[in-house]
């Protein structure tokens, strides 16, 4: 499911537009040297990183696997929806594809904004409905040789009409 790109966080690809998803390390303090603005004075970072466990088991690495146009789509969305929401200039979300070790980083994201409260609301939010409503899915591979699907992740709200009680 998942494609290449080649590109590092805080650089734009050929069309001149940042990748939201991106298959090798990401670069956090290049986002942070791009999204620089005299007119903020807060900055909230974000990186989530893989970790060796997870519910009592010991994992060794992880994969993440993406429809990789849509889930560039939908973080592209939540990033405008967020930054309206709390009035924020910048916020920005990367999400790592492919194979990941412990400690590698697997989601950045920048917030700027001109105060501090705007900035921390906003980045919670963002990174929160990326992880629950992008097509991003995280497989974790366990010291016994087993693999399994982490549950949670990805999954969105039905918008149907009948699953929000309106027929």
């Not at 980045?123 to 016994?144: A, G, Q, S």
Request: glycine fraction near 8%; aromatic fraction near 4%.
């Amino acid at each position: 499911m998942t494609g290449v790109v080649h590109e590092t966080a805080g650089r734009p690809d050929a069309t001149g537009s940042q990748p939201r998803i991106q298959d090798g390390p990401l670069d956090l303090q290049g986002l942070i040297s791009i999204s620089a603005r005299a007119d903020c004075g807060a900055l909230a970072c974000f990186e989530g990183v893989v970790r060796d466990h997870h519910d009592g088991r010991r994992v060794l690495r992880l994969t993440y696997t993406a429809h990789e146009r849509i889930a560039d789509r939908l973080i592209r969305e939540i990033e405008a929806e967020v930054a309206e929401r709390h009035g924020v200039p910048f916020c920005r979300v990367v999400h790592r594809v492919g194979p990941l070790e412990i400690g590698e980083g697997a989601i950045i994201a920048v917030v700027r904004s001109p105060h501090r409260a705007e900035a921390f609301a906003a980045l919670e939010e963002v990174v929160d409905r990326v992880k629950h409503e992008v097509p991003i899915w995280k497989e974790e591979h366990y010291e016994d040789g087993t693999s399994a699907f982490v549950e949670g992740c990805s999954i969105a709200p039905d918008p149907t009409p009948a699953a929000k009680g309106e027929l």
